[in-house]
């Protein structure tokens, strides 16, 4: 019918994938074959509107149409109703993309690209401005590139929320000693549930992370970097590789970058199942080849890191931030956000929610906006109850905190931290009293070992809160309950032990029916 | 098992001279060794050592400190099922009794015809979709008691490979 090619996208970002998206493309190009159509099909990263995936788009004169979520089922009735020529009377038609209100509404610096390309095609990241920012650096010293992350307002995206541009200052002020050795390092272990900003950079625009670590390479003087990826995330692995090969053949990457005669080279590691791990000092021995056992700080990563050298540990969101602040500079990017938080923030709305996905806005925005507005409610249909904001380490909200912008200062104010951005919404079948054990079990599973109150603190966590589910010695097992969880805020030397209490005393503090009442379905004998 | 061990070590000592000039060469030869063997093999711990100038303990300080590092032979698939919170809010809870008594063990455990090994796993980074569990390397998203029947159908129904 058309002899011209019909440009079809179809992401290979791995909730995609994890929906269907594979044998979906092996279906339509096997049905547009059988019809002799030609077609394309590109698999681009996904858009991050997670309960329309798989997203299939169409490219037509007007744009990309979108269609989802797309089962094979739906095949043949979009081949009948001309999708190819984007006819929007199917049921699953979603439109134009780029007018759907949950993308159209956010503020997209850093995922931009994302859905948008190939991520491993170079052609694509450069027609998008990509390597722009690289170009730049080149041009300057290491001095003025940290100058305009220190204008940029940039913190931390890992969860700390530390100044990005004074930690760069420090490894740039650092000595290296006789090698002359520094390193970039990319904490890529996304361990909390409800976030997967990192995952979707590396999956859908993974040459804005290389460009972002080799800026911070020219920035201090550091020409080897390393991301240190969890191993729970096999499709990130295989793009990311895909991506530097790429890079450093066409001289992104390496001996002679852009043939300015700098030299910066990245391989990722992987880690192997430990959530510690994305503590940055553990991180670093577990790079090394040891334990992951959590350092005493001082002496900071910044001063003696990986192999004992200065180092950046970086988020990947961080490192991910840094191109579009060189390229268009660090006013541009603080031109974003409200008070101390600067930016945008991408919030990942997940867990019991009908519209989850990947919101990309500037600070201040409030969670009910984000639940409701974005989110539609809860994916069950059954009213919200608890909202978990930041990951395990953080505290569940209830409503009346709901309010609240999202905002470092504002969540600490209310005892809260926005963590890595994930948001995990839970329905009025939760029982708090079941999450709270969860969070010791958790820290159970996955202490270092080093400090006494996490180790042995979150075991007894457990027992005390089984003894409470079960009505024992009710007041003075809350009583201790309360006791403990001061013990490891107090005496952990990390946030594993120094925070799992956080979720435990919102638990008990907003939601105190669910620990006054018989047992519904214990895990005590589990 | 002598004669599986005899085909192995060679494996293992190829990895090691591979990769031992690494910085930091232990985690990558691990994962490699467990790419190829499916486990590490108690055999390999010495040559490690040997190969890396560390002692015995260190190696085996190491493979014990990592949930993912297995020092028994799994099953012919893998099947990680996601106990984070958000699967737990769409339902986790229930379909990790479900896969236990469906494949009659326990976390760790490998079913008696030697098909499947079944783990836990916090987050596969699948959360708006969940629950979620990982087969081998493939994430699935949305999974019910139903589903779940059905992926592990398909992985039953599978040809042996043969190595």
Request: charged share 20%; hydrophobic share 40%.
């Amino acid at each position: 019918m058309s002899a011209s090619v019909t440009k079809i996208y179809i992401p290979r970002d791995t909730t995609a994938l994890a929906m269907g998206a594979d044998r979906l493309a092996r279906e339509i190009a096997a049905e547009a074959a059988h019809r002799g159509e030609t077609v394309e099909i590109i698999r681009n990263g996904s858009r991050g509107l997670f309960w329309l995936e798989p997203l299939l788009e169409v490219e037509t004169r007007a744009g990309r149409i979108a269609y989802g979520p797309v089962e094979n089922k739906d095949i043949d009735s979009l081949f009948d109703q001309s999708f190819l020529l984007g006819e929007t009377s199917h049921p699953l038609c979603q439109g134009l993309t780029e007018e759907i209100p949950y993308l159209k509404k956010q503020q997209r610096l850093t995922f931009a690209r994302a859905g948008v390309t190939d991520p491993v095609s170079l052609e694509d990241y450069q027609q998008l401005d990509g390597f722009s920012g690289l170009k730049k650096a080149l041009l300057m010293d290491g001095q003025a590139i940290v100058d305009e992350v220190k204008i940029s307002g940039l913190r931390g995206r890992g969860g700390a929320a530390f100044p990005t541009g004074i930690k760069w200052q420090t490894v740039l002020n650092a000595s290296p000693g006789a090698t002359g050795q520094k390193y970039i390092v990319c904490n890529a272990d996304e361990g909390d549930s409800g976030t997967f900003a990192d995952r979707m950079v590396m999956e859908a625009d993974p040459y804005m992370l290389i460009e972002g670590m080799t800026i911070a390479g020219l920035a201090v003087g550091a020409d080897q970097g390393y991301i240190y990826l969890r191993s729970e995330y096999p499709v990130a692995h295989q793009i990311l590789n895909e991506a530097i090969a790429k890079a450093e053949t066409a001289g992104f990457l390496g001996t002679n970058i852009l043939g300015s005669g700098k030299t910066f080279n990245l391989e990722v590691r992987l880690g192997a199942k430990a959530y510690i791990c994305g503590e940055e000092t553990s991180l670093l021995e577990s790079l090394e080849g040891k334990r992951g056992m959590v350092r005493a700080k001082p002496p900071l990563p910044a001063i003696v890191g990986l192999f004992g050298q200065p180092t950046i540990v970086n988020n990947v969101l961080s490192l991910a931030a840094i191109p579009y602040i060189l390229s268009k500079g660090g006013q541009a990017y603080a031109d974003y956000g409200m008070g101390r938080s600067l930016g945008t923030l991408p919030f990942q709305l997940a867990g019991n929610i009908k519209q989850g996905g990947l919101i990309e806005l500037a600070f201040g925005v409030t969670l009910r906006e984000l639940l409701e507005e974005y989110g539609g409610g809860t994916f069950t249909g059954r009213p919200m109850r608890a909202v978990q904001v930041g990951g395990p380490l953080c505290a569940y909200l209830p409503e009346s905190q709901w309010d609240t912008p999202m905002d470092y200062e504002a969540f600490q104010a209310i005892g809260a931290g926005l963590g890595h951005g994930g948001i995990v919404v839970f329905d009025d079948t939760v029982d708090m009293s079941e999450q709270a054990r969860f969070s010791m079990e958790f820290c159970v599973a996955e202490s270092c070992g080093k400090c006494t109150p996490c180790r042995i603190g979150s075991t007894r966590g457990v027992e005390v809160i089984d003894r409470i589910r079960n009505n024992e010695n009710r007041t003075a097992n809350m009583e201790l309950l309360s006791d403990l969880c001061e013990t490891m805020i107090d005496g952990s030397l990390c946030a594993m032990g120094g925070m799992t209490p956080f979720p435990v005393q919102s638990a008990v503090k907003y939601f105190p029916d669910d620990f006054n009442q018989q047992p519904k379905n214990s895990e005590g004998g589990a | 098992m002598t004669a599986v061990n005899e085909q192995q070590l060679p494996v293992v000592t190829d990895v090691i001279s591979g990769l031992k000039h690494k910085p930091g060469a232990l985690l990558p030869i691990l994962h490699e060794i467990q790419n190829r063997l499916g486990y590490i093999p108690a055999e390999s711990v010495p040559l490690i050592a040997e190969a890396l100038n560390q002692s015995r303990a260190d190696i085996h300080g190491v493979i014990s400190f990592y949930h993912q590092f297995r020092t028994t032979a799994p099953g012919r698939h893998t099947v990680e099922v996601c106990r984070a919170e958000a699967c737990q809010s769409m339902g986790a809870r229930q379909l990790e009794a479900y896969a236990k008594a469906t494949l009659g063990v326990d976390y760790h455990g490998t079913t008696s015809d030697q098909n499947i090994t079944l783990e836990e796993v916090y987050c596969l980074g699948n959360c708006a979709c969940s629950p979620s569990v990982r087969i081998n390397d493939e994430i699935v998203g949305r999974v019910t008691p139903e589903k779940f029947d059905q992926l592990i159908d398909e992985l039953r129904s599978q040809p042996l490979e043969v190595h």
